[in-house]
DNA sequence: CTCCTGTCCTGCCGGC
DNA sequence: TGCCGGCAGGACAGGA
């Protein structure tokens, strides 16, 4: 589920409502998700949060001990605040619990456990295997659109696969490459290497124009992501391609010409939407 | 190095 | 109604 909209919806969701707070107790319902939980997790205990932030889809709660949880949602996880004065039944798949000595808690849900957490030293953060040779944040100025030809330029396969490569720029998944690249004109079988100047300068535009309008819309629910209060993103309902078979993408007659509207193909096992009038 | 496939897991949907 | 295959927002490992 969660590309980087929707995690950056989370973190801010967090910020607000834990940022401060002391950690009073940890608790984990299962073993594992993706990976072992860490067994560590009392050494939270007693200690403040003083920073929620975010690198690529992974949220980083950093404490006044150094140390630093790096949550992953995976495919299907979410997170879900729940105040003091608040009644919550745990529900299944509520697989980790954080409780603050302010009584909120958040609970970490996730159906496919395609998720993890890991507990580390904050200096080992950016040299983690997960997140030590990832890509620029496409929100950041350390992202343009030399840095996109540079990166993508050893890579001859398919742009819409390279997209979804985290080393290549961070952040990106499935539904969030498939609309930049139709908002840039570009079709996704081009070869990464093989974009001009001009196109990658669209491209660089259209990928932080899309994901800053995904997260002003609380990112994107299909099926699981929520914002921190249990509500729902409303993206979904501005998916020019994604999830669109059929459909003619906005301002454009491309379902009823020569072309039946948004084409849905497989690139590397995952489906890609584009509209075949308009991306070239 | 890059590229390609299979895999992890649960739930939902469509077809028969 | 039930069963079965396919698919889903991600990202790894392993082999070519």
Redesign the pocket.
Known sequence: ???LP?VEVVRRGLQGAIEGAVVRSTNTRRPNL?YPFPENLQTLHGHRLTSVGRR???LLLSTDNHQTLVI?????GRIVIVRDDQDYQLQ??DHFIMTFENGTRIIFND????GYVLLLNSDDVPHH??LASIGPEPLSNDFNAPVLQSRLG?????IK??L????VVAG????YVCEALHLSSIHPTRA?NDLSDEEAETLCGAIKDVLTKAIEAG???????RLTDGSL?YFQYNFSV??RENLACPGCSCDIGKTKGIQ?I?Q????TYFCPQKQK
């Open positions: 589920m969660p590309e929707e993706r690529a889809k992974h992953h949602l995976g495919m299907s299944k798949h159906t496919r456990r395609f295997k997960s050893h890579k001859s396969g398919p696969t390279a979804l490569d985290q080393h990106l998944g499935n539904i990464a990112g994107s629910t299909l099926r699981d992501h993103g994604y999830d849905k497989k590397g096992g995952r489906s």
